[in-house]
């Protein structure tokens, strides 16, 4: 029952090349930073990652999309990752852009052994009638196109059938766990992180804090450790390295001279 795992190369040897990786995070926060380095360390190529986004600020799966490790990501948002469209547009990456929902849904469905289901989301779009650019040809056109999917009626609506995520194996960050890989998201790290780590075959978690079996309250489990098979400590240092995208403050009030004594 003790899944922990002396270091993150270890949790991740078995990654090889061309496997498919659901990675949790969202932005900045709750990404796996720690195995992804491994996974960029271990020097394993054509991955095929499922996640939100594609890292930011050169960190997280920028680290391996900028080495030229990734061949295919399924995703939400590209957003200021200009490496990330540089690829997509240049026929270098083949990009699956799908509503966020709908990405969440996917991989919630996955984890839970439903094949398939229907939403609205994308009805009367691309998304359901295909020709959504999936790779370019480096010249302005589209080497491959999305197909279109099956569209039904159910009570005078109409839906479209998406097809639930399965992963070789799952990346995904926790503020606490423990030995039996039950885990405790903390804050908007509770976002992709539980669902990406249902739809792995082999889940892989890093965790901030390690406490023993009984350590955490029942109704306190965010993801039951029997979605997860694999658990790293961080160490202080990769626990407390949490990046900000953008750093604002708040100025202090003028006071204008009539309010001078």
């Given at each position: 029952?003790?899944?922990?795992?002396?270091?993150?190369?270890?949790?991740?040897?078995?990654?090889?090349?061309?496997?498919?990786?659901a990675v949790?995070?969202?932005?900045?926060?709750g990404v796996?930073?720690?195995?992804?380095?491994?996974?960029?360390?271990?020097?394993?190529?054509?991955?095929?990652?499922?996640?939100?986004?594609?890292?930011?600020?050169?960190?997280?799966?920028?680290?391996?999309?900028?080495?030229?490790?990734?061949?295919?990501?399924?995703?939400?948002?590209?957003?200021?990752?200009?490496?990330?469209?540089?690829?997509?547009?240049?026929?270098?990456?083949?990009?699956?852009?799908?509503?966020?929902?709908?990405?969440?849904?996917?991989?919630?469905?996955?984890?839970?052994?439903?094949?398939?289901?229907?939403?609205?989301?994308?009805?009367?779009?691309?998304?359901?009638?295909?020709?959504?650019?999936?790779?370019?040809?480096?010249?302005?056109?589209?080497?491959?196109?999305?197909?279109?999917?099956?569209?039904?009626?159910?009570?005078?609506?109409?839906?479209?059938?998406?097809?639930?995520?399965?992963?070789?194996?799952?990346?995904?960050?926790?503020?606490?766990?423990?030995?039996?890989?039950?885990?405790?998201?903390?804050?908007?790290?509770?976002?992709?992180?539980?669902?990406?780590?249902?739809?792995?075959?082999?889940?892989?978690?890093?965790?901030?804090?390690?406490?023993?079996?009984?350590?955490?309250?029942?109704?306190?489990?965010?993801?039951?450790?029997?979605?997860?098979?694999?658990?790293?400590?961080?160490?202080?240092?990769?626990?407390?390295?949490?990046?900000?995208?953008?750093?604002?403050?708040?100025?202090?009030?003028?006071?204008?001279?009539?309010?001078?004594?």
């Amino acid at each position: 029952m003790d899944k922990v795992v002396a270091s993150a190369a270890l949790a991740v040897a078995d990654v090889t090349d061309g496997a498919s990786l659901a990675v949790g995070g969202f932005g900045l926060s709750g990404v796996p930073g720690a195995l992804i380095d491994a996974v960029h360390r271990a020097g394993v190529r054509d991955l095929r990652i499922v996640s939100n986004n594609c890292g930011a600020m050169d960190s997280g799966l920028a680290v391996l999309l900028a080495d030229g490790r990734i061949s295919r990501v399924t995703g939400s948002y590209i957003g200021a990752n200009k490496e990330f469209a540089r690829q997509y547009l240049s026929g270098e990456l083949e990009v699956e852009l799908i509503p966020q929902g709908t990405l969440a849904e996917r991989l919630r469905a996955g984890g839970a052994g439903i094949p398939a289901f229907y939403t609205p989301a994308g009805v009367g779009t691309q998304v359901a009638e295909g020709g959504l650019p999936w790779r370019y040809d480096g010249e302005g056109g589209v080497a491959l196109a999305s197909p279109a999917k099956e569209v039904r009626a159910f009570d005078g609506a109409e839906y479209v059938l998406e097809r639930a995520i399965r992963t070789d194996f799952a990346l995904v960050r926790a503020a606490k766990g423990d030995r039996h890989g039950n885990l405790v998201f903390s804050k908007s790290a509770r976002n992709f992180n539980p669902l990406a780590a249902t739809a792995g075959r082999i889940t892989v978690a890093e965790v901030e804090e390690l406490v023993e079996p009984g350590g955490i309250d029942p109704d306190h489990v965010h993801l039951p450790g029997v979605f997860v098979q694999r658990v790293v400590v961080l160490t202080r240092e990769q626990a407390s390295d949490k990046k900000i995208e953008k750093r604002t403050v708040t100025g202090r009030p003028v006071v204008g001279r009539e309010g001078r004594g």
